[in-house]
């Protein structure tokens, strides 16, 4: 079956520190992923997506990055975190046109 | 650039009776697709309900149906015989590039009153 895990659900961490979420999807193979982050009271937003291993988009400027080292992981990383950088961030993959399939999401509180 | 509005930030029903989210679009894209996806306090999105906007039908799944008004770049869910368990966030959305990527209202958080 098709799943979609991401780890860890909950994060709390100091500002300037680093970061790393990772995501795994299972029961596909060659997915589009997707990190998408919900800010308090707004929408989602995309961060990045990836239509293979090694190759990352990066649709806003920002201190985060993406990387895909496997086929069906995807990693979201910072080398110092920011106090903006708190929010939900969501794993996701292209099960079909716009149908995106989205993780548990994991939930980053940055002090 | 595509765009996507939803402009009630929060919607109320009673249970059984019928609700409807409102969501408009801007997209210069002649073939593209609407979505709507819940997001109940568990976190994670779910899809509701896709329309491909060169089909002139309403999606429809179960209770959930879909009013589509192309010209009028209009997109709205109506909800049938709410029940407790739809209470959540409700995203709308459009497809957007093609690399798939959707780009998402800011929401609309329902809750059912029973």
């Known amino acids: 079956s098709q799943t979609i895990h991401q780890w860890p659900a909950t994060l709390v961490q100091p500002v300037g520190s680093p970061l790393s979420l990772e995501c795994t999807v299972e029961?596909?193979?060659?997915?589009?992923l997707y990190w998408y982050r919900q800010a308090a009271g707004r929408g989602l937003q995309l961060l990045f997506y990836s239509v293979g291993i090694g190759q990352i988009s990066s649709e806003v400027p920002q201190n985060l990055s993406a990387s895909r080292p496997q086929d069906r992981q995807f990693i979201l990383s910072s080398k110092k975190l920011l106090l903006s950088d708190s929010g939900f961030y969501l794993c996701a993959w292209n099960r079909g046109p716009g149908e995106l399939f989205f993780g548990e999401g994991s939930r980053l509180t940055v002090l | 650039a595509q765009t996507v509005t939803q402009s009630q930030p929060e919607m109320s029903v009673q249970e059984a009776e019928t609700v409807t989210l409102s969501c408009t679009y801007d997209t210069s894209e002649s073939d593209y697709y609407l979505f709507w996806y819940k997001q109940p306090p568990s976190r994670q999105m779910i899809l509701v309900i896709r329309q491909e906007a060169y089909k002139q039908q309403n999606a429809t799944e179960n209770r959930f149906s879909v009013n589509f008004q192309k010209a009028a770049k209009s997109f709205s869910l109506k909800i049938s015989d709410s029940q407790l368990g739809d209470a959540a966030m409700y995203f709308c959305?459009?497809?957007?590039?093609?690399?798939?990527?959707?780009?998402f209202g800011k929401g609309t958080k329902l809750s059912v009153k029973p």
């Open positions: 029961g596909t193979s060659n997915p589009n």
């Open positions: 959305a459009s497809l957007g590039g093609s690399q798939g990527n959707l780009i």
